[in-house]
């Protein structure tokens, strides 16, 4: 309890892509386990910087367009 409530913002954050790239790992090698054909070395995760930037773009034309 004292642990979650010390953590700040940037730590939640940080110990969540942690999180996100060990289960990304695991579903990787299931994947190629079962067979699955893919470019595992060009995969595709939302929270890579690229897709971040591409996503507040997006929020930012839609601002600018009246739509939010």
């Given amino acids: 309890q004292k642990e979650r409530e010390a953590m700040t913002p940037i730590s939640i954050r940080k110990k969540s892509a942690e999180y996100a790239k060990e289960a990304v790992d695991i579903q990787l090698k299931s994947f190629q386990r079962y067979g699955i054909w893919g470019d595992w ?26 739509h939010i």
């Avoid at 995969?43 to 601002?63: K, N, S, W």
């Fill in 41 to 66: 070395n060009s995969i595709y995760m939302t929270l890579q910087p690229e897709y971040e930037a591409a996503q507040i773009r997006v929020f930012g034309d839609m601002i600018t367009n009246g």
